[in-house]
């Protein structure tokens, strides 16, 4: 039985989701081939409980889990056992925030009613309605589907990237990154000439997006403090390379130029127009102006874009050019009623620009989605929401940041604790973000030497 023929759907009216700004009108700008005039609703889902499946634990996949508790049979696949709050994982770098305020377990978040498989997806099969795992685990059924699995690093077919470079999605990324980054000032001996200190201490992160720019600004500000206290000569040398022409394309130019401050304050280099042709275990080669250079380094980082997933690819169902799910705009996939994407594998068009790819976006796409998914299992209309920018908050370094809320942008240390406010208000259960919160306010977030 295909997965449509579970529902049969009817057309009703199209109703709104208006959040708390209560908009008086909704500009729908859908350009993937469906209409936003009608949705469509579907004869409740009696009997027993109905099998719900949520594949991948981050921000969309979590965020649905605990909006649909006591909603069916809920299941959580995650390869890992805990969240990852990924905004915040350049201060769990630098010390400025401890594991357990970021990555909390998913024992401690979910209610009891919600099961937890800890394995990887390895396929899904639509039309049989099951998903298979990676383990010798037997495959397991659903009834309704939410995809939420995210994407992977893009090394862009870059020779060595993949083998040689050190991405930086995950707690272990950055443990990895910071005992490089010790390994490396302890390899220096405190004689050392500064020209050949600067040249044992040098780290290329690879993107200037925002994780770039913030990855590179708390690199800088962690080495230069521990050259002072171990009196090294020198100064440690922080290269942020990027293709494009400038920092932070995504952002606007407000929050671009405290970026841009920062940078420099931290004494980054911003290398821009500029693509990295080879990575090897001490070395970058990159191109800028048609000449090549090649670079020794301690370590590269790897931020530079996202790939979409390979379970999406390997995934029978229409999709962008891109390779992204076509969702309708109440994030059913198109041709699958009971089958729900968001977040970076899906094709959402009426969403601010500068969401794309974030975790604000399927944030707020969770919930729309665990909303539907309960309106669709009682037979209710279903319903869209415009996603709009709640506001950016971008850590640079380890003593400033740079926030956008209501149009307008600030930074420095004022901007700093707004970032931790800011956050500790999209931490998971209000009872994790009691305990964060108070943990930041009584005890500090002072940087980990």
């Known amino acids: 039985m295909g997965a449509n023929s579970l529902l049969k759907a009817k057309p009703v009216v199209q109703t709104h989701d208006f959040g708390q700004q209560q908009r008086d009108s909704l500009h729908l700008s859908f350009n993937s081939g469906f209409a936003g005039s009608l949705l469509t609703s579907a004869k409740p889902m009696v009997n027993e409980k109905k099998r719900i499946v949520i594949a991948g634990g981050g921000f969309g996949g979590l965020f649905t889990a605990l909006n649909l508790a006591g909603a069916g049979d809920v299941t959580l696949i995650s390869d890992e056992d805990h969240f990852l709050f990924a905004p915040m994982l350049y201060e769990y770098l630098s010390g400025e925030v401890e594991e357990w305020h970021i990555a909390p ?12 498989v800890q394995d990887g997806v390895a396929g899904i099969d639509l039309e049989g309605r099951s998903v298979t795992f990676e383990s010798s685990r037997g495959p397991l059924s659903y009834d309704v589907l939410v995809l939420a699995v995210g994407g992977v690093t893009n090394f862009a077919g870059v020779v060595g990237a993949a083998q040689f470079s050190l991405p930086f999605r995950k707690i272990a990324h950055a443990d990895a990154l910071r005992q490089r980054m010790v390994e490396a000032l302890d390899a220096v001996p405190p004689d050392l000439p500064p020209q050949d200190v600067r040249s044992a201490l040098t780290f290329a992160v690879v993107g200037a997006g925002a994780s770039g720019a913030e990855l590179s600004t708390k690199m800088a500000d962690l080495l230069r403090d521990a050259f002072e206290r171990r009196a090294l000569r020198g100064e440690p040398r922080i290269l942020l390379l990027e293709m494009g022409d400038k920092v932070v394309p995504g952002m606007g130019e407000e929050i671009r130029a405290f970026v841009e401050s920062a940078l420099q304050k931290s004494r980054v280099e911003l290398h821009t127009l500029t693509r990295v042709l080879r990575v090897t275990e001490n070395s970058v080669t990159v ?30 169902a229409d999709k962008t050019e891109r390779g992204l799910l076509r969702v309708r705009p109440t994030l059913q996939l198109v041709g699958h009623d009971n089958v ?17 790819g974030t975790a604000q976006l399927a944030l707020q796409q969770a919930r729309l989605a665990a909303r539907n998914l309960k309106s669709l299992l009682a037979g209710d209309p279903l319903h869209t929401k415009h996603f709009e920018e709640l506001g950016e908050a971008v850590s640079l370094g380890t003593e400033r940041a740079a926030v956008l809320a209501g149009g307008k942008a600030f930074g420095g240390p004022l901007a700093r604790q707004a970032r931790f406010a800011m956050y500790t208000s999209r931490l998971p259960t209000w009872h994790h973000r009691l305990r964060v919160g108070a943990s930041w306010f009584f005890e500090g977030t002072t940087p980990r030497r």
């Not at 250079?293 to 995934?315: F, R, S």
């Open 287 to 316: 191109e800028h102006n048609g000449a090549q250079t090649e670079i020794k380094t301690a370590g590269v980082v790897w931020t530079g874009g996202v790939l979409m997933n390979p379970l999406i690819q390997d995934l029978k």
């Open 105 to 116: 377990q998913y024992k401690e978040l979910l209610d009891q009613d919600i099961n937890l």
């Open 340 to 356: 729900f994407a968001l977040g970076d594998i899906a094709y959402f068009p009426d969403a601010t620009p500068t969401l794309a």
